[in-house]
Structure formats: structure tokens, C-alpha cells
């Protein structure tokens, strides 16, 4: 058994993160000593799964569906198939802004407004064609069509 102090000093998250996830049903204490909540050393896993499901974008009520309420967590690998894709789409669009930064940041164009590859990109970020589209590169030219 461990107080809520040493849960919160081995997972690396405040005592009112663990009060919120219990209150939401992520984790459950086992008891008491005096005002201190207790919890099982297996509320350690828990709370891992839980910062992993945080940073790959879950929701909080996405990694509750997952670990369920039996103690044994049930992955959707349709949600985690649908998550990496996700995902993928994130880091198109972050590949395309970090190269765009880094275009504007040598470009010999007097404005970064006189520069083609910038102004191509300024309008996909405005049209939101960056977040959406993750399999292009914005600031790759693409052939002109002979049609």
C-alpha cells in the first residue's frame, strides 16, 4: 500500500492530478490512513498507461474506455490504428511547417512575402490545407499540369 504522496512522487504527477483521475474513474483508491488515500502498488501501471495513452492524443475518456473498470485494461486496435494515422497527419503537417521555417529562415528573397515558397505556404496555412493534408509537402513544387 502507498499514500497518495508516494504515488504522486513515483508517477511524477501532482496529488490533485490523482484526486481528478479518481474522480473520473481512471484509478481507485483502496482506503485510507487518516485523510490520505491509499492505493495498490498496481495503481502504478495504471497511471503509466495512462500518461501513454495522454501523450499518443487520447482523450481522457478514450483511455478510460481502454482500461476498463476490471483492472484489466481492453485496447481498441481499431483506435489505435485510427489514432497512428492520426498521428501521421500531425507529423506531415509539423515536417511541412518545420521545413517552411527553415526555407524562410536562408531564403534570398528581399520579404519573406516575395518569396514563392513561403507566400504557396501562407496560403495553404490559410485555407487549412496543412492540417488536413499530410501527405504533401506544401512547399515542394508540383509539376504544372498540361491539360
Not at 46 to 52: E, K, M, P, T, V
Amino acid at each position: 500500500m502507498m499514500d497518495i504522496a508516494e504515488v504522486a512522487k513515483r508517477a511524477g504527477v501532482p496529488a490533485s492530478t490523482l484526486r481528478f483521475y479518481e474522480e473520473k474513474g481512471l484509478i481507485s483508491s483502496v482506503g485510507r490512513h487518516g485523510l490520505r488515500r491509499l492505493f495498490n502498488s498496481s495503481v502504478l501501471e495504471r497511471l503509466a498507461l495512462i500518461a501513454l495513452g495522454r501523450a499518443a492524443g487520447f482523450s481522457l475518456d478514450e483511455i478510460a474506455r481502454m482500461l476498463g473498470t476490471k483492472g484489466n485494461p481492453d485496447i481498441n486496435r481499431e483506435l489505435l490504428v485510427s489514432k497512428a494515422d492520426e498521428l501521421d497527419k500531425t507529423i506531415g503537417k509539423l515536417t511541412a511547417m518545420r521545413d517552411g521555417l527553415r526555407h524562410a529562415a536562408v531564403c534570398s528573397a528581399p520579404s519573406h512575402m516575395e518569396c514563392p515558397k513561403f507566400r504557396r505556404l501562407l496560403g495553404l496555412a490559410a485555407a487549412g490545407a496543412i492540417s488536413s493534408d499530410s501527405k504533401r509537402n506544401p512547399l515542394r513544387k508540383r509539376p504544372k499540369s498540361t491539360s
